[in-house]
C-alpha cells in the first residue's frame, strides 16, 4: 500500500512540470491572438507615410505611339559610262560627300583624245564652211552680171549649204566627247554618305558597272503603321493643318528629332488593318542612319479636361488597373480605373477617379487596402 502513494519528490516534480506546461501554452495562445489580432488605425497605430497627388483636370496634349523604320529620301546606285581602267579612287569608303565632290576617276586619256579629235575636225569644217560663204557670195554677184551659169552659182549655194551642215555635226561631236571625257569623273549627285566600294584601283571598267551606293542621310524618312483606329483622328488633324511627328532612337531617352507627316497611304492592309505613314525628319547630325528602327510619337491635338496622374502611381493585377488612394480616416483604398492615352510620365484616367482624390504616389509596395497612411507632399516633378 505504501508503494502505490507518491513520495513527496515525485509530487513536486509533477506540479513543477504542470506548471511549464501551462506557461507555454498560455504564451503560444497569446501570440497566436497577437498575430491574429488585425491592424488597428487608431491613434496609436503606425502609419505609413506616403507622398500623394491630387487629382485635377488639366489640358494633356493626344499623342500616338508607333515603331517605325528611317528610309532614306534618295540611295542610288553609282555606275560607270565610260569604260576604262580605274584610276583613283579619292574618297574613302563611308564617307560624308557634297554635291559635285569627285569620287572616282577613270582613265582620261583615251576620251581627251577622242575631245581633241573632234576639235581638230570642227576647225577644219569651220574653215571650210568659210570658204564655202565667201564663194556663194561671189557667184551671187557674178551671176547677176551672166558672169558665171546659174547652174554654177546652185552648186556654190548648196556647197555652203553643206559646210554649214557638217559644221553643226561637228559641234555636237565635240559635245559629245566633252561628255564621254567627263563620264570618267564620277561624282556624287547630291548630299550622302558612300558606301562600301565594288571595284578597286587598277579594275577595267565598262559601261554599266555598279561602283558604289549613295545615300541621302538630310533628312530622312520615317516609315510607320498606325491602325485603322487613329485614321480618322490623323485625318481630322491634318485637315487643321501640319501633324507634327517625334522620332526618337531606341534606347536614347534624350535625343528627339522632330519633323512633320508628309505621306498617309491611300488604302488600309486588310491583311494587318493598318495603313503606310511616312514623315520627313531632320537628321542634321547624320546620327540617325536608314534601316533604323526608331519610337515614333505623333501628336494629333490636346485633351482640355482630361484627369491625368503620374504613371508610376498605376499598378497591375488580374482583373485590370488599379490605384491607391486615401481614403476615410487616412487608410489606403484599392480603386480600379480604366486608363486612356498617355503623355510624358502621365496616364489619363477614363473611370474610377474624381476630381481632387488623393492619389498615392509612393511605397506602394508597403500598404495595402486598409493599411493606415500619413499623406505627404508628391516628390519633386510629380505634382
Not at 195 to 200: A, C, E
Not at 355 to 381: A, F, M, Y
Request: charged fraction near 20%; proline fraction near 7%; hydrophobic fraction near 35%.
Amino acid at each position: 500500500m505504501n508503494s502505490r502513494r507518491l513520495s513527496r519528490t515525485q509530487i513536486i516534480v509533477i506540479l513543477f512540470v504542470g506548471a511549464g506546461l501551462i506557461f507555454a501554452l498560455g504564451g503560444r495562445a497569446s501570440l497566436f491572438l497577437h498575430r491574429s489580432a488585425p491592424p488597428s488605425a487608431g491613434a496609436g497605430a503606425f502609419r505609413m507615410p506616403v507622398p500623394v497627388f491630387q487629382v485635377a483636370r488639366v489640358s494633356l496634349p493626344v499623342y500616338r505611339e508607333y515603331i517605325g523604320t528611317t528610309e532614306a529620301i534618295r540611295n542610288v546606285t553609282l555606275e560607270a559610262m565610260a569604260t576604262g581602267y580605274l584610276k583613283s579612287q579619292l574618297v574613302p569608303d563611308g564617307s560624308d560627300v557634297r554635291k559635285g565632290t569627285l569620287i572616282y576617276q577613270i582613265d582620261p586619256r583615251y576620251y581627251k583624245a577622242s575631245l581633241d579629235q573632234a576639235r581638230a575636225q570642227k576647225e577644219r569644217d569651220k574653215a571650210a564652211l568659210e570658204y564655202s560663204r565667201t564663194n556663194q557670195k561671189r557667184n551671187a554677184l557674178m551671176v547677176v552680171h551672166g558672169d558665171v551659169s546659174k547652174d554654177a552659182y546652185q552648186l556654190a549655194t548648196s556647197s555652203m549649204h553643206q559646210a554649214a551642215s557638217t559644221y553643226l555635226y561637228d559641234k555636237a561631236a565635240l559635245e559629245s566627247a566633252r561628255i564621254n571625257l567627263d563620264y570618267t569623273r564620277i561624282r556624287a549627285p547630291f548630299p550622302g554618305r558612300l558606301g562600301r566600294s565594288l571595284v578597286y584601283t587598277g579594275t577595267l571598267i565598262a559601261s554599266g558597272t555598279n561602283i558604289n551606293t549613295l545615300v541621302q542621310m538630310d533628312p530622312l524618312y520615317v516609315t510607320f503603321n498606325p491602325s485603322e483606329k487613329d485614321l480618322d483622328a490623323i485625318q481630322e488633324s491634318r485637315r487643321k493643318g501640319p501633324v507634327g511627328v517625334d522620332v526618337r532612337p531606341q534606347g536614347s531617352e534624350t535625343t528627339t528629332y522632330r519633323g512633320n507627316l508628309t505621306f498617309l497611304d491611300n488604302a488600309v492592309d486588310r491583311t494587318t488593318g493598318t495603313i503606310v505613314a511616312r514623315g520627313t525628319i531632320p537628321n542634321p547630325d547624320f546620327r540617325l542612319v536608314p534601316g533604323e528602327f526608331v519610337e515614333v510619337r505623333m501628336k494629333l491635338g490636346v485633351h482640355p479636361e482630361a484627369l491625368a496622374i503620374p504613371q508610376i502611381a498605376v499598378g497591375s493585377s488580374q482583373t485590370g488597373k488599379y490605384v491607391y488612394v486615401v481614403g476615410k480616416g487616412n487608410t489606403a483604398e484599392l480603386r480600379m480605373v480604366k486608363l486612356g492615352m498617355t503623355s510624358g510620365d502621365r496616364v489619363e484616367i477614363r473611370r474610377g477617379l474624381r476630381e481632387g482624390d488623393r492619389v498615392i504616389v509612393g511605397n506602394l509596395q508597403k500598404i495595402g487596402p486598409g493599411s493606415p497612411v500619413s499623406p505627404l507632399p508628391p516628390p519633386p516633378g510629380k505634382g
